[in-house]
């Protein structure tokens, strides 16, 4: 079966400080991944999405980036962190194209949330 | 990408049957309707997922009517556990891209016993 991680799972940082929020995906391969971020009250923000190692799209543009290094790891950073930066943040997969989940040759509009990192910039 | 709007809140009682109504008057051709459900600190989940007409499965009931400008999420006798953020979303079929879910504020659904 299929399993996502995330860690950490709670992070204070200071403003200023690096960030690296790291995810991996079990039981599948080439999944597409994102991450999202949800400040508190809100709804969620897709940040990044990844089509495959190395391929990144950024859907805002601010001071995070993210990465993916290998087929089933996406990594989110930040070089300076604001107080902006606060939030719930969730990493998903989904299926690839034309690729099949339980059997079953679908469209990827149904996305496998992580447990989310809760960042609190200080 | 079409817009949707949804309730921001709605409350029922346990046992009650709620229907969610949420509108979508840009829907595309191609899209289609997904609805998620998220609980406190946790990421969404899916619940399911419609093109027109209706759609059940073990969860909900999804009724889209003919102009698909407004579908409606039906849950059948609520429970204390279905307190929750109901996300309604369009989403567009990029014909093998990726598929790029807007999630709006959705609508906090609260139970009372």
């Known amino acids: 079966s299929q399993t996502i991680h995330q860690w950490p799972a709670t992070l204070v940082q200071p403003v200023g400080s690096p960030l690296s929020l790291e995810c991996t995906v079990e039981?599948?391969?080439?999944?597409?991944l994102y991450w999202y971020r949800q400040a508190a009250g809100r709804g969620l923000q897709l940040l990044f999405y990844?089509?495959?190692?190395?391929?990144i799209s950024s859907e805002v543009p601010q001071n995070l980036s993210a990465s993916r290094p290998q087929d089933r790891q996406f990594i989110l950073s930040s070089k300076k962190l604001l107080l902006s930066d606060s939030g719930f943040y969730l990493c998903?997969?989904?299926?690839?194209?034309?690729?099949?989940?339980?059997?079953?040759?679908?469209?990827?509009?149904?996305?496998?949330f992580g447990p989310g990192t809760r960042l609190t910039v200080t | 990408l079409a817009k949707t709007t949804q309730p921001i809140s709605m409350d029922s009682y346990e046992g009650q049957e709620v229907n969610i109504t949420c509108s979508h008057n840009?829907?595309?051709?191609?899209?289609?309707i997904t609805w998620y459900q998220q609980f406190p600190s946790q990421g969404p989940r899916f619940i399911i997922q419609?093109?027109?007409t209706k759609v059940t499965n073990e969860v909900a009931s999804l009724f889209i009517p003919a102009d698909r400008k407004s579908s409606t999420l039906s849950l059948p006798r609520v429970s204390l556990s279905d307190t929750a953020v109901y996300y309604c979303?369009?989403?567009?079929?990029?014909?093998?891209?990726?598929?790029?879910?807007?999630f709006g504020t959705g609508t906090l659904l609260a139970v009372q016993p």
């Open positions: 998903a997969w989904s299926t690839g194209t034309g690729q099949t989940h339980k059997g079953l040759l679908r469209d990827s509009y149904e996305q496998y």
């Open positions: 039981g599948t391969s080439n999944p597409n």
């Open positions: 990844s089509v495959g190692i190395g391929q």
């Open positions: 840009n829907i595309a051709t191609n899209d289609y």
């Open positions: 419609g093109y027109k």
């Open positions: 979303l369009v989403a567009p079929n990029y014909g093998g891209a990726t598929n790029k879910l807007i």
